[in-house]
């Protein structure tokens, strides 16, 4: 009974050594390769046909059934393969994104400036602005009272406010202020907003000068009521004149002519 168990167990280990052995194929070895990464080798197709195509198994294994298929590479890889296509085919999608996204920032760049452009945030930092307008209109931006009447008498100020003169001028400021503002501050294409600078500029400097003219009218206004009070006073020495004086005049200039 003991040799009988030993029996048995040497022929299950020796059966389970022959199962384990490696089975070395070459023809699936080959197929196995270049169907992944080797090339695609007509010589490695076995079994071969022989002499005269008679090997029995070749026909069995190629020449019945596909004769042609060791003709035809069909490496996912290979020069024509499925996935060499779809790795070019990833490589034009990859150029054809490269260029709509040089596209894109070349129109975002363009929409960038526009915006720039035509933004009232950004109008301040326009150059035309900073070299000439801002100086130009800063009188309007920063009139007050004390700009308009200080530098003038306090007489002539009173009178340009009595005559309404000053409220006029002060209100044709604010309009014309409130526009500039809007202009500055408003969305538009950057040669319509100096267009517009221009055309108030202009306006402003109307303005002024009709304000000029109105301060020298009063403070002449003023120095005609002073002399005509004083004349009224007796308050200005007045020359004696007689009929003769026009002659002696006369005589005068006869002796001191040059001919």
């Known amino acids: 009974m003991k040799k009988l168990r030993i029996l048995l167990t040497g ?8 199962a384990q052995s490696v089975i070395k194929d070459d023809a699936v070895d080959n197929q196995s390769q270049r ?3 080797q090339q695609w080798n007509q010589n490695n197709f076995y079994p071969h046909p022989g002499f005269l195509h008679t090997n029995p198994y070749y026909w069995l294994v190629w020449g019945l059934f596909d004769p042609n298929y060791h003709k035809t590479d069909l490496r996912p890889l290979s020069p024509t393969g499925p996935q060499t296509q779809r790795l070019a085919l ?7 994104d490269d260029r709509y ?17 035509q933004s009232g945030l950004l ?10 307008y801002r100086q130009q209109f800063s009188p309007l931006l920063n009139y ?12 002539v100020s009173a009178a340009l406010l009595s005559d309404g003169m000053y409220g006029w001028y002060s209100s044709e400021l604010s309009m014309l202020k409130e526009r500039l503002n809007g202009a500055r501050t408003t969305n538009m294409d950057r040669g319509s907003r100096i267009m517009a600078y221009y ?11 009709v304000w000029a ?20 006073l007796s308050t200005t020495p007045v020359t004696t004149w007689t009929p003769g004086s026009d002659v002696q005049i006369a005589n005068k200039v006869l002796l001191n002519a040059k001919y």
């Open 11 to 18: 022929l299950l280990f020796s059966a389970r050594l022959f």
């Open 199 to 209: 055309r108030m500029l202009r306006d402003y400097e109307r303005l002024s000068g």
């Open 101 to 117: 996204k040089l596209q894109s920032d070349t129109l975002r760049t363009t929409a960038l400036s526009q915006i720039a452009s």
């Open 123 to 132: 109008s301040d930092a326009d150059p035309l602005w900073l070299l000439y």
């Open 90 to 96: 990833v490589a034009a999608m990859d150029n054809t």
């Open 35 to 37: 169907m992944v990464f």
């Open 144 to 155: 007050s009272p004390a700009t308009l009447l200080g530098p003038l008498p306090p007489k």
């Open 213 to 232: 003219v109105r301060v020298s009218a009063a403070q002449m206004t003023l120095n005609m009521q002073a002399a005509q009070k004083q004349v009224t």
